[in-house]
């Protein structure tokens, strides 16, 4: 599965530009974030708690729609 990831503002400084991504089909949201957090590498403090979480003031959309908002994520990949 080709997930297209965009980057904006610093996020962009710290995982790079839009990307086209190749993941096996049925990935959670959860395995996806950990594989941008390795990406992310010395840099993932920026991005990710020591717990793993994605920080509250970052947006994930899917598709144009926000799927996650504070700690919470309202949807997954299907």
Request: charged fraction near 25%.
């Amino acid at each position: 599965m080709k997930i297209r990831v965009k980057t904006f503002a610093q996020i962009k400084n710290i995982l790079g530009a839009d990307s086209s991504l190749e993941y096996p089909d049925g990935i959670s949201m959860k395995e996806l974030l950990k594989s941008l957090r390795q990406r992310a590498s010395e840099s993932e403090n920026q991005l990710f708690s020591r717990e793993g979480e994605l920080h509250s003031h970052l947006v994930l959309m899917i598709n144009g729609t926000q799927i996650y908002e504070g700690r919470r994520i309202h949807n997954h990949f299907k």
